[in-house]
């Protein structure tokens, strides 16, 4: 065995740690996040020299051949985990975190063509990444100690990944520019996707995983209860000929509750709750007051694949009705689970649990606000369909939890297997049966004719639907995917006809969003050629959709220019449908009422009415002709944040059972896998009339 000279023998596998991380984040962050150059990639430097510091010390406690292994080992592992997340970005356009991993697989062994697809697309990534492993192989005996490291020099190298990485941790609290100071990210609100761009893969990792087992600090008290004005007044001065509007309330004891608290979480929330502003009722409230509901989240709807021509069903929901022109879905942590738990409940999803919904289910959290246990509370019958398999994302756990006889493919909704199902046939089994048990009702549906992948190939509804969009002129992903969303429009189209056959389309209120855009185009061109050049790139305007809000009895659209999104579905309905409810204790808002606009992202950028703010740049585009006031953004910045802290603190404690709700969920035995659905004689074919007015394409 040769000799080692000195400890500078030590900076040998030192610097295959340091290279290697340092190569593997440049090359994830080229392929994998949008900006490469910023500030993250000095925390990025600062971050990995610890780690790179303990690796070696790993690696040096063994002989020759021990430490050769130890270092092929944590090499190869991390290479691994870079790759895993390369290929997960590929297909979910998100990062893979440690409580996601059940669901990640679930995933990728329903969606095993789209994990294919993934890896092919992340081929070349994966290649670049794999360099320092070969490179490890090659020069494995002059990258590694020949022995074991002496124990003075062991402690040395303890004591040098303890003090870089406590000086990491000390630039984290230097000043920092912008409105999402860099301690938020690292230290109270843990976003994935900005802490690999701030951070590095190996930190977000620790992260995540310190997140896991220790959770979040808590944000400051200047954010977590800000100075407002907790009166409540009517919307307009009283007088004969203007209206007056009481808000949206009910009789929360919040004093007696503050009074009675010792814990310190729902202390400050019943304070926050308490002096919320809530919205006030409208000339719209009661407007559906016993109407039937068909509520929707339709899989990857999105404002592309509305079209006066091959989508003319989807065209004349979305532009009759409440037309809302800046409607956002975003993209939130867990795809679509994530997506249908915004638009169910009215509150931002937490990246902190598998699956928010799943949570709630499992938990039996009090879901006062969701559709089903409201209409069930009024009276309605309530059934929630699926037209895949229904145990996915733990749906027969937090769909019953809901307040729906759940229907799933597996527990009583025969559907013909494809990949993915038809929403035609998925309406064709179940309206029939809806109105054959009478009116009022209320029907949820998760869709699935819309998931990707977009091609002729292994999209059995764009290849079902391929003939009618041959002559658009469009690329291949562009068609398919307005080829799939044609046997949606199907759908929608057969449920409005089966409506009128039944006298029931001016009864009925159609409420429908997507779960989140389809970002199964992205990288292809897709989303810039059914959309704007450069929507695709903009981390706001990718997520502007579509919002269906109709009924058959309104005479003409109600045009809405507020800002609004997915979580701001449920209030409107609660007011439309004239339900007594509390507007406080709901993130969302009503999106007619008189109350400001708020659109928050997953990265905590913001549409508001006065501009949009995008937080990996720190920048404030104010609409054309606006004044923005002094501290505007920062304040806006925090509201954004109370949206974040509080949705996630409803759910962790079950908050609306704390303030006495007691709403009691659907039956569980509909979740299970025996019971059909019955069925009702189809309904003959009938053409829809009147026609509707067309409204020019802007």
């Not at 740690?17 to 440049?26: G, K």
């Not at 230097?174 to 893969?201: C, H, K, W």
């Not at 809530?278 to 016993?290: A, H």
């Not at 007594?580 to 008189?594: A, F, K, M, T, V």
Request: proline share 6%; net charge negative; charged share 15%.
């Amino acid at each position: 065995m040769t000799q080692r000279a000195s400890f500078w023998d030590l900076l040998r596998p030192l610097e295959l740690f340091l290279c290697s991380f340092l190569w593997l984040e440049v090359i994830y962050r080229l392929f994998c996040v949008e900006t490469f150059f910023d500030r993250g990639l000095l925390y990025i430097l600062l971050f990995s020299l610890p780690l790179s510091l303990l690796f070696t010390l790993l690696s040096s406690l063994w002989g020759e051949r021990g430490n050769c292994i130890a270092a092929g080992i944590l090499l190869s592992l991390s290479t691994a985990w870079y790759i895993i997340q390369a290929v997960y970005f590929a297909i979910f356009r998100t990062v893979l975190v440690t409580k996601s991993f059940n669901m990640a697989g679930q995933a990728i062994g329903n969606y095993w063509r789209e994990t294919l697809v993934g890896i092919g697309k992340s081929l070349p990534c994966i290649l670049l990444l794999l360099l320092p492993l070969a490179a490890f192989f090659l020069l494995r005996r002059v990258a590694v100690l020949e022995e074991r490291a002496r124990p003075v020099e062991l402690g040395l190298l303890a004591a040098l990944v303890v003090v870089t990485q406590l000086f990491a941790g000390l630039c984290i609290h230097l000043p920092s520019p912008g409105t999402m100071t860099t301690n938020e990210l690292y230290r109270q609100s843990f976003m994935p996707d900005m802490a690999i761009s701030r951070f590095g893969v190996m930190t977000t990792l620790r992260l995540d995983i310190s997140q896991s087992l220790f959770g979040l600090d808590a944000p400051d008290d200047d954010v977590l209860l800000p100075s407002v004005d907790g009166s409540v007044s009517s919307s307009s001065p009283s007088g004969s000929e203007v209206p007056v509007y009481a808000p949206n309330v009910l009789p929360i004891d919040f004093d007696g509750l503050i009074a009675g608290e010792t814990d310190k979480t729902l202390l400050n929330m019943h304070q926050y709750f308490s002096t919320r502003e809530p919205t006030m009722q409208n000339e719209y409230t009661g407007m559906f007051k016993g109407k039937n509901l068909i509520f929707l989240t339709a899989e990857a709807f999105w404002v592309g694949a509305v079209h006066p021509t091959y989508t003319p069903t989807l065209y004349k929901l979305v532009n009759e009705g409440f037309v809302c022109k800046n409607f956002y879905n975003p993209l939130w942590w867990y795809s679509t689970i994530d997506g249908e738990y915004a638009a169910c409940t009215g509150l931002i999803p937490s990246n902190q649990v598998n699956a928010s919904f799943k949570y709630t289910g499992k938990n039996q959290n009090v879901m006062a606000y969701c559709m089903g246990n409201v209409m069930r509370g009024e009276g309605y019958p309530t059934t929630a369909y699926h037209n895949h398999t229904y145990k996915y994302y733990g749906r027969d756990l937090s769909h019953p939890n809901m307040g729906y006889d759940y229907y799933g493919v597996g527990n009583g909704l025969d559907i013909k297997t494809t990949w993915p199902e038809s929403d035609l046939e998925l309406m064709e089994k179940t309206l029939p049966q809806a109105l054959a048990q009478g009116t009022p009702f209320h029907l949820y549906y998760m869709t699935v004719s819309g998931h990707m992948n977009y091609n002729f190939m292994g999209n059995a509804m764009s290849k079902k639907n391929q003939q009618a969009v041959a002559d658009s002129g469009l690329s291949e992903p562009a068609r398919a995917y307005l080829a799939c969303n044609i046997e949606l429009d199907k759908a929608l189209e057969y449920m409005l006809r089966t409506l009128q056959a039944a006298g029931q389309l001016e009864n009925t209120v159609i409420c429908m969003s997507g779960d989140h855009y389809p970002y199964g185009l992205d990288s292809t061109g897709a989303i810039d050629e059914l959309t704007a050049p450069g929507t695709e790139a903009d981390l706001i305007e990718k997520y502007r959709s579509s919002l269906v809000l109709w009924c058959g009895s309104m005479d003409e659209p109600v045009i809405v220019e507020k800002p609004c999104s997915s979580i701001d579905i449920i209030p409107t309905l609660l007011n439309l449908f004239g339900v007594e409810y509390d507007s406080r204790i709901i993130i969302g808002r009503d999106i007619l009422s008189d109350s400001p606009g708020l659109v928050a992202t997953n990265k905590k950028c913001f549409v508001s009415d006065l501009g949009k703010y995008y937080s990996t740049t720190d920048t404030f585009i104010p609409n054309e002709g606006v004044t923005v006031p002094e501290d505007y953004v920062s304040n806006t910045y925090k509201e954004v944040q109370r949206m974040f802290t509080y949705s996630e603190r409803i759910l962790f404690n079950d908050y609306y059972k704390v303030l006495g709700f007691e709403y009691v969920p659907a039956s569980v035995e509909a979740s299970g896998p025996h019971t059909p659905v019955p069925q009702a004689p189809a309904t003959p074919e009938t053409t829809l009339t009147p026609e509707a007015p067309v409204i020019p394409e802007a």
